[in-house]
């Protein structure tokens, strides 16, 4: 992508069309998501950790009113009606149900009206000028929203109960025998955040010099061969292995294995998406909460690398000096870098994206599945709330902890080397998996 300075007349039509694209993706995903199933299956709650799925659909397009036909548009309201009901701060997710939501038909003719208004906004729009439309920002933040909550509604079609109604084409496989080996990150700076990325959202910005010790990081996340033997070890059994807050949820919450698996005998099955299959060995382990991974880490005689390590992993380039936007590079995910975009509904097996892999020859750090870190939510130094204070700012603090790296149902938009991704410590039906690091032994820091 281009800096606003860089934009001429011609570089803002390919911005247009560019955003138009990103529009109309997201919007063919949300609505895949929400026709997959019927009016009863939309209107229902299928868990109280999440909306019913017609709320998040007319949440999206009321978002998508109130920045881009109101604000960047100037434009009349569509339903200024219901600005309060599609509030995510007003209503906690297990009350939504007992809202006069809009129904299924309703919501889907205010999801094309809206957009309709929107296409005319950004057909009409001087895109400079404007902080919150330079580099069209404001449709890049809406663009973003709407892919965030179709991971959201992808992560409530995973609770749902019933027959599967979603279907997509298996992960590859790797070329060949795969090793998840240790690889050392040298000490030193590097350039943590953006102040150039255009879409970067306020929590990922300013770009500044952060100090990392050297450390030992996985090639690879944790599979679920790797959790299985922590689980017949009898991790969940040993308190020794969780910190005393971790322990006491485990017992509150009765833990005993990942979210969705299911044992069988002598062997683990997985309910993914209402398919019931036998766990993938070599796949990345998923549906772990951070005090599962914390547990995990400490049981392999490892630990959780902290939101800088797995930034500097994922992005530092030992031949430059410099922070790329991607592990491989500045250009965007394509399909042979990275498992994004809900083109497969799973993880893929370790060694699967070979192109994807950092200068240092870490791999998978994009995609298949977020990966916990040990650091809270803060501000970076310099920080600036935009455009305004409930999208980060109000989340700062010990209660969240950091996932990075994006999973398989997060779109590209939504997913970069410097995007912070947080979520409360016990979340387990997110797409969340773990990846280990350690501090380094004398000799083997050059």
Not at 66 to 85: F, N, S, T
Not at 133 to 141: I, Q
Not at 153 to 167: E, I, S
């Amino acid at each position: 992508m281009t800096t606003p300075k860089e934009i001429g007349t011609e570089d803002i039509e390919a911005l247009r069309d560019r955003v138009a694209g990103h529009l109309a993706r997201s919007r063919a995903r949300s609505t895949a998501l929400t026709d997959a199933v019927d009016d009863d299956d939309l209107v229902k709650q299928h868990s109280k950790l999440m909306s019913p799925l017609v709320w998040d659909f007319a949440h999206i397009a009321n978002q998508e009113e109130l920045w881009l036909v109101r604000d960047v548009g100037g434009r009349e309201p569509v339903r200024q009606d219901i600005d309060e009901m599609y509030d995510a701060f007003q209503h906690p997710r297990a009350d939504r149900p007992a809202l006069p939501l809009l129904s299924p038909t309703e919501t889907r003719s205010y999801v094309r009206e809206v957009r309709d208004k929107v296409m005319d906004v950004l057909a009409s729009t001087r895109l400079e000028g404007r902080r919150l439309v330079e580099d069209a920002f404001a449709f890049g933040m809406i663009v973003q929203h709407e892919q965030q909550h179709n991971e959201t509604m992808l992560a409530t079609h995973q609770l749902r109960a019933g027959d599967p109604v979603l279907h997509a084409p298996a992960p590859p496989d790797p070329a060949g025998p795969v090793l998840n080996r240790e690889i050392l990150v040298p000490g030193g700076p590097f350039t943590m955040g953006t102040s150039v990325e255009p879409w970067a959202l306020d929590n990922e910005r300013p770009a500044h010099q952060v100090h990392v010790d050297a450390f030992v990081i996985d090639k690879y996340p944790v599979t679920n061969a790797m959790y299985a033997e922590f689980i017949a070890a009898g991790g969940y059994d040993q308190q020794q292995w969780w910190s005393d807050t971790g322990w006491a949820y485990r017992q509150k919450a009765n833990l005993a294995r990942p979210r969705f698996w299911i044992r069988d005998g002598d062997r683990w099955l997985r309910n993914g998406f209402g398919v019931v299959e036998p766990i993938v060995p070599d796949e990345p382990v998923v549906h772990v909460c951070f005090y599962e991974a914390e547990a995990f880490a400490a049981w392999a005689g490892k630990r959780l690398p902290t939101e800088a390590e797995w930034e500097k992993a994922a992005r530092w380039d030992p031949a430059t000096g410099r922070s790329r936007r991607y592990p491989w590079g500045d250009d965007d995910p394509t399909p042979e870098r990275a498992n994004l975009g809900q083109r497969h509904l799973r993880p893929a097996r370790i060694g699967a994206y070979p192109a994807g892999e950092s200068p240092l020859g870490v791999a998978q750090l994009i995609g298949d599945v977020w990966e916990w870190t040990s650091s809270d939510f803060l501000a970076y130094p310099g920080f600036v709330p935009f455009p305004y204070r409930e999208y980060s700012e109000v989340f700062f603090g010990p209660d969240y902890k950091m996932l990075r790296g994006g999973a398989f149902g997060v779109d590209q938009a939504a997913c970069r080397g410097t995007f912070r991704n947080w979520d409360y410590p016990i979340r387990r039906q997110i797409f969340s998996g773990l990846r280990l690091a350690r501090d380094p032994r004398p000799d083997e820091v050059r």
